[in-house]
């Protein structure tokens, strides 16, 4: 039963797991770096930056972080980039080493 529980994840699967945590990564920095500039905007420009709607600017922000996300991520998806990390060894098992001490740690439990 361990063995069919830790088969569970093939290369689909495990490429869908790093497209989606890929996708979250980028959209985290950009909206970070993104908060910094209008920070810096907002002190240096403060009469012209007072005159943008706040609603507006989160929604256009937003978008943009999304499709620069999505577009990154399925970039690294159609270049089979998503294959050369080693979270991709760790989910699908095609590492003899890693393989080996999973199995050898689930048939210990």
Same mark, same amino acid.
């Given at each position: 039963?361990?063995?069919?529980?830790?088969?569970?994840?093939?290369?689909?699967?495990?490429?869908?797991?790093?497209?989606?945590?890929?996708?979250? #990564?980028?959209?985290?920095?950009?909206?970070?770096?993104?908060?910094?500039? #209008?920070? !810096?905007?907002?002190?240096?420009?403060?009469? /012209?930056?007072? #005159?943008?709607?706040?609603?507006?600017?989160?929604?256009?922000?937003?978008?943009?972080?999304?499709?620069?996300?999505?577009?990154?991520? !399925?970039? /690294?998806?159609?270049?089979?980039?998503?294959? !050369?990390?080693?979270?991709?060894?760790? #989910?699908?098992?095609?590492?003899? !080493?890693?393989?080996?001490?999973?199995?050898?740690?689930?048939?210990?439990?």
């Amino acid at each position: 039963m361990n063995d069919a529980l830790l088969c569970l994840l093939g290369p689909t699967t495990a490429k869908f797991v790093i497209f989606i945590s890929n996708q979250l #990564l980028v959209f985290t920095a950009l909206a970070l770096d993104e908060i910094i500039v #209008l920070k !810096c905007l907002y002190i240096y420009k403060w009469s /012209r930056m007072a #005159l943008i709607d706040d609603a507006f600017m989160a929604t256009v922000i937003g978008a943009i972080n999304l499709i620069v996300s999505f577009s990154l991520s !399925c970039l /690294r998806l159609y270049l089979d980039d998503l294959e !050369c990390t080693i979270h991709y060894e760790i #989910l699908t098992m095609e590492n003899r !080493c890693i393989q080996t001490s999973i199995i050898r740690f689930a048939r210990s439990m």
